[in-house]
């Protein structure tokens, strides 16, 4: 596609529950990065990976939160039992490389609410 | 830690009228700067960048200049239109292990005809 695409759009889970995101990043590029947006504030980096590697997962706020990109291309943000605190707009942005100022290009995200 | 600091909204003006949205940062090294802009119902876009000090980033009719002295990276346009309704956010990237951007918490800006 032309660009980022994120999967679902919206989504709401029971506390407890799983949930998979999904993000198909631009044919090509090599880095992708996970994002959080709380309502009303920025994005907050979780993880990046090169490729199949993820190099930083500095971010992810607890061990419940776990993303995996396993062919270098689609990758996919899991959290487990959910809580209230994990509401927000989970933002997955490409690049084409990691070379500093190079553009990161977002997805529309995926609206999270645990109800 | 990295930090971004933008002035809080909503700013409110009328069509035609000076923008100037500020922002200021505390990074390690020398991170490059970006504008981000989030039109309603749209994603993330980049509006404009510096990568050095000095350098002058420009897109759109908006401008921002990177001051290392006053860690500053300001957003200006002579002369809004309704169209420039958005939120926009600035945001650094000063490498050094630090793989993503640090963003400011946003400034909704609302231009009325």
């Known amino acids: 596609g032309a660009g980022v695409s994120q999967s679902p759009r919206y989504k709401v889970a029971k506390r407890g529950q799983d949930v998979a995101l999904r993000c198909d990043p631009i044919?090509?590029?090599?880095?992708l990065f996970w994002y959080q947006q709380a309502l009303g504030q920025g994005p907050e980096f979780l993880t990046y990976?090169?490729?199949?590697?993820?190099?930083?997962k500095s971010g992810l706020p607890s061990d419940r939160f776990f993303a995996e990109r396993p062919e270098g291309s689609v990758s996919t943000l899991k959290i487990q039992r959910t809580q209230q605190e994990d509401s927000a707009v989970y933002l997955c942005?490409?690049?084409?490389?990691?070379?500093?100022?190079?553009?990161?290009?977002f997805g529309q995200g995926t609206r999270l609410t645990v109800v | 830690g990295d930090s971004v600091t933008q002035m809080e909204g909503p700013v409110t003006l009328s069509e035609e009228a000076f923008l100037t949205i500020n922002c200021t940062y505390t990074?390690?090294?020398?991170?490059?700067l970006f504008w981000y802009v989030q039109y309603p119902g749209e994603g993330l876009q980049l509006l404009l960048k510096?990568?050095?000090?000095?350098d002058k980033g420009s897109n759109k009719g908006f401008e921002a200049t990177y001051r290392k002295e006053t860690t500053s990276f300001h957003l200006e346009k002579g002369s809004v239109q309704v169209s420039d309704s958005a939120v926009y956010f600035c945001?650094?990237?000063?490498?050094?292990?630090?793989?993503?951007?640090?963003f400011g918490k946003g400034t909704h800006l609302i231009i009325q005809p």
């Open positions: 942005a490409s690049s084409f490389n990691r070379v500093l100022g190079t553009e990161a290009f």
């Open positions: 945001a650094l990237n000063s490498g050094g292990g630090a793989d993503g951007l640090t």
């Open positions: 990976f090169q490729n199949e590697a993820q190099l930083d």
């Open positions: 990074a390690t090294g020398y991170p490059s």
């Open positions: 044919s090509g590029h090599v880095s």
């Open positions: 510096a990568t050095k000090a000095d």
